[in-house]
């Protein structure tokens, strides 16, 4: 059976080569093999390309295992990349004809995929007056006796939402009274003593993690999902079916990347927090954005004007006329936004967003026109 | 939906890391990553580690389509493995309802995971009297007006059933009759001159391909779906729910490998024809064992002593007593045999083949008790 298009995905495939200034991408600057590799040189030379530990190396295991509180081995499985772990989980969990719960603005994964697989899917809007917070009452409300789960990635992509503290306990206490599974696409999210991981609270959570985004390393294609245990068994299971395993090579690499995990997680929190404050300070004084910047990850959604009603003629004109990159928030569903990402390192980022406030003044202009 | 266990897998996985003689691998002896990046030291020290190219590296997509005759651009996708790429195309083609036909013994993928998405499976035995040769007239009998697709490995694992020529004609023949897609996995096969995927003969084929077998390099998980662009487009918009690309690091070593295939291909031959001899030689005297040898690919079906009615517990006592490892028959739901493979390097075949000979000597003795 078909999908439909993945808009965002099909508009960073289109055009993203084209830009000068990509200010939309989602994953911190990304490493190169040459500087992963610096200080452990030899780490390829003797390593056999087999299918390598089925279940995934070892010592890679323990290292991602550390991430989290719950260490148990019967906890972890790897993957390709956090968005094929999230399909594997609604492999295994989704039948035709069950209902699944939803955010929007989202990542479209989370609606589309449960649709292929025959479920049918409802999405809550997030609280765009409220910094884009989830509104518990509003996923009640969207409750039905098939509802199996919550599928959403928090933090969230494009808004940056980041359900936790007393909000994440209220909403465990409803996955908990109607038997709902919590599926949280937690790519975003690096967990420590401050941020725990869903998988650490809920016992019905199921949550995926990669080196895609804070870690600056989607080349790698490397992920994992962690959870309630009889949920990874079956994804072992398919496993066999679908990958086998992830291999020696990109398993190293893994290893290699989370053994500097401190160093590599600091320059992403340097990155993030300069653009922010670069950001903020830019927003202050901007008669036509405003912006929720987020808590936690490294996306937030950037409000444009109102007057502007094509998000997507609007990202493209700009594209073309200035090499500035943004996904639109027409991708997302939503108009009024384009989606704005704070972890690249952006040459002059402050004369950049002076480009865009004159593009959008000229823009606007030209609209009125 | 869970899905049944993968029985080869799963024996695969407890048992390979206790073998000393693996006499069962599927693959060709594994290169390193040292030996591939040999020839281009350097390749890898500036490679970004970014999402990379989405529909994948221009020049890996020249290399593989160099391997076909049809090499336009739209009939190749890339994927992380021939097995992924099978699933994908299951999940695409394949809706509830739809009935599938694929061969005995044969991968049990090509049973389970068509089940899995709500498809009913009929299976054709091959003609164990004859090579191992698929019998058309079984084909057509299995047909029912909700079949969708022809699904196995040509060539097949275990058996090595390589259909090709006027057979590979007749079956495009009933295939076109019906307009039937076929699904073929070419992981065994490297197109050339003499031997033609069935993608460059029949316009509603779908096959895949990988480094795992006759490359020696599974542990890069990188393979492609290569045939009918309708197929190939709507694999394309899947892909990006699923895997996005498959990574710049794995794609520049598939580059290595494919730029000096015509050396990694000249060991992997040789390597299966010395084996090949070995084992003529030794099956020439055998009392106890015989098999057909196939034409290509690198594995076979080694025919056990009749009396031996459990292949489980023959291959696990082998196992133990030995250090000799095979996937038993009962893996493939066909007991009488063992999967042998032919393209791994293991010192003093001949003597090792001896003492396979002695152990079964001695377990048939015990048997008989």
Known sequence: MKIRDFLTEQWMNEYERQARFNLTDTSVQAWSAGELLEKEPEALEHLVLDYGYIPGDPALRK???????????????FCHGALQGNTMIADILLSPGDHVITIAPGYQQFVEYPIHKGASVDVVELDEENGWSLDLDKVRQALRPQTKMLFFANPSNPTGTW???KAMEELIELCRMHDL???CDEVYLV????SLSVSDLYEKAVV???LSKQYGLPGLRFGWIKGAPDVIAAIDVYRDYT???CGPLV?????IALRQRASLLQAAAERIARNKAVLQSWLASSPNFSCHLPEKGSVAFLKIPDAITDSADFARQLLEQTGIFFVPGA????????RMGLGQDIDGLESVLQTLEEFTRTYLEEQRG
């Open 191 to 194: 967990p420590d003593g401050h």
């Open 163 to 165: 359900t936790s503290g």
């Open 181 to 183: 599974w919590l599926v």
């Open 243 to 245: 990958i086998i395993s």
């Open 331 to 338: 991708c997302f569903g939503k108009e009024g936004y384009v």
């Open 251 to 255: 398993e190293r690499m893994a290893l």
């Open 208 to 210: 995926t993690g990669s």
């Open 63 to 77: 290292e991602v295992l550390s991430l989290y509180q719950d260490q148990r081995e019967e906890t972890l499985t």
